[in-house]
């Protein structure tokens, strides 16, 4: 690995040029800038923090940012990831690719100017950044998400097959028409929950009703909506699927201000990350997730890289669980229905 003398020698600039070229100060024409970090990344340069190496872990988000009232599955993932990190004696730090990255550094040369050995990423179901960091063979790990690039390790939970489940517990109790109200960003989490809902009508030999299907933003307003369109068709589902608990929370405090009964009115199932399900009235019935454990074995996986070149690929898709709580029943006789004025009606 060459040193900052060895590059300045090579190009026959001062170490201090060479210095300031690398670290990004100001000073530096974009020529010489462009020149000394070509000549440092095919040396193998890699700038120090101090006199060791740092032993941080950065977690970056996409560029827009995470809506808090999408529920709390990024605390309670984050939660995960500091346990694990903290558990290895490393830190945590949140990094913008986006702001601070500049134009002519790689990826590499971006993070460990940060002072980051390693990279947790969220990519909320865009994978061009993980697929760019990746290629330059930056210790990185996908998180709550799967990609089909052999170069992309990941962890995620699979939630297709306790998803079939559910709607399988669903028609059991007689219901035959089932809707579902899915987020309208359909990343590999949402499609597994989509395709269970798809897999059990179709095994049951019902053919999937696209008026059923409804797609909304993932908080409280888009449940209250998805819920309101669903019960103004003339011919609405007696249960519905929701596919992520922000959604689950606003289609219940709808139905408590319109006066359906859940679940004698409306069978209702959702989706959990943690304890939300606990936290209703009643209590949903719900597809579930560890979104901590998640957090944990990222963190675990991340540190283990951070420390050595892991040759092997890591992908690890975790399970799912379905839980009945108070929001099912059997299907009622006299369905409800919200007419053109927003009011209930029964039969």
């Known amino acids: 690995m060459s040193s900052v003398r060895q590059i300045a020698n090579e190009l026959g600039i001062s170490v201090a040029t060479v210095s300031r070229a690398i670290n990004h100060h100001e000073g530096v024409s974009p020529s010489t800038r462009k020149r000394v970090l070509e000549a440092a990344e095919q040396a193998g340069y890699r700038p120090s923090t101090g006199r060791k190496p740092t032993n941080v872990i950065g977690l970056v988000y996409p560029e827009d940012p995470v809506k808090s009232d999408m529920g709390d599955f990024e605390a309670a993932l984050l939660s995960g990831i500091l346990r694990g990190v903290y558990e290895k004696k490393h830190d945590l730090t949140f990094i913008s690719a986006a702001r601070d990255k500049h134009d002519d550094e790689s990826y590499t040369q971006f993070f460990h100017r940060k002072g980051v050995r390693a990279i947790l990423l969220r990519s909320l179901g865009d994978h061009t950044l993980v697929e760019r960091i990746a290629a330059e063979r930056f210790p990185i790990l ?65 053919e999937i009703d696209e008026s059923l ?29 929701f596919t992520n608990p922000m959604s689950t929370v606003g289609a219940l405090h709808k139905c408590l201000r319109l006066g359906i009964k859940v679940p004698r009115d409306l069978s209702i199932i959702g989706f959990d990350d943690s304890v939300t399900r606990y936290q209703t009235y009643p209590r949903f019935t719900a597809v579930c997730q560890d979104a901590v454990s998640l957090g ?33 029943s059997y299907v009622t006789e006299t369905p409800v229905r919200i007419d053109q004025n927003g009011q209930l009606v029964r039969g």
């Open 142 to 206: 996908l998180v709550a998400d799967r990609s089909e690039d052999p170069r992309i390790n990941y962890i995620d939970s699979i939630s297709s097959g306790t998803s079939r489940k559910a709607v399988e517990y669903l028609l059991g109790l007689g219901h035959t028409r089932i809707g579902l109200a899915i987020h309208n960003m359909l990343d590999t989490d949402h499609l597994d929950r989509q395709n269970g809902y798809m897999d059990a009508l179709r095994n049951a030999g019902i």
């Open 213 to 241: 299907i409804v797609r909304a933003e993932a908080n409280t307003a888009g449940g209250e909506m998805m819920l309101t369109r669903l019960l103004e068709l003339e011919n609405p589902p007696t249960a519905i699927f």
């Open 296 to 328: 944990i074995e990222a963190a675990r996986w991340i540190t283990r890289a951070s420390e050595s070149i892991l040759d092997e690929a890591y992908r690890e898709v975790r399970p799912t669980d379905f839980e009945v709580l108070e929001t099912t």
